[in-house]
Nanobody
Framework: QVQLVESGGGLVQAGGSLRLSCAAS????????MGWFRRPPGKEREFVAG????????YYADSVKGRFSASRDNAKNTLYLQMNSLKPEDTAVYYC????????????WGQGTQVTVSS
């Protein structure tokens, strides 16, 4: 079992920036990849960004390319999401997700952090 704890959400004006963090902890696990998803008000959860943990390759939803940047700190088992040029349509609950393995593959979700962008 892996616990994911997000932080860094909040209220920001359009054009501003926020940085989300997601710390993974547990007894025994190896991270294969981590990512960010979001659920805008009244909509389904959608993919935002992901990162391959060993290689560091990143990939993004078209809606955030060029504005958001995912990175990781392997030593701290922490995932980051730098969000720049925020738009009101970025308002959502942001969730951290991890694909892990320890004898078997399993996945974990964080509890979510609210990001609100005012116009």
């Amino acid at each position: 079992q892996v616990q994911l704890v997000e932080s860094g959400g909040g209220l920001v004006q359009a054009g501003g920036s926020l940085r989300l963090s997601c710390a993974a902890s547990g007894r025994s696990f190896s991270i294969v990849g981590m990512g960010w998803f979001r659920r805008p008000p009244g909509k389904e959860r959608e993919f935002v960004a992901g990162i391959n943990w060993s290689a560091g390759n990143t990939y993004y939803a078209d809606s955030v390319k060029g504005r958001f940047s995912a990175s990781r700190d392997n030593a701290k088992n922490t995932l980051y999401l730098q969000m720049n040029s925020l738009k009101p349509e970025d308002t959502a609950v942001y969730y951290c997700h991890a694909d892990c393995t320890y004898g078997r593959a399993f996945a974990s979700w964080g509890q979510g952090t609210q990001v609100t962008v005012s116009s």
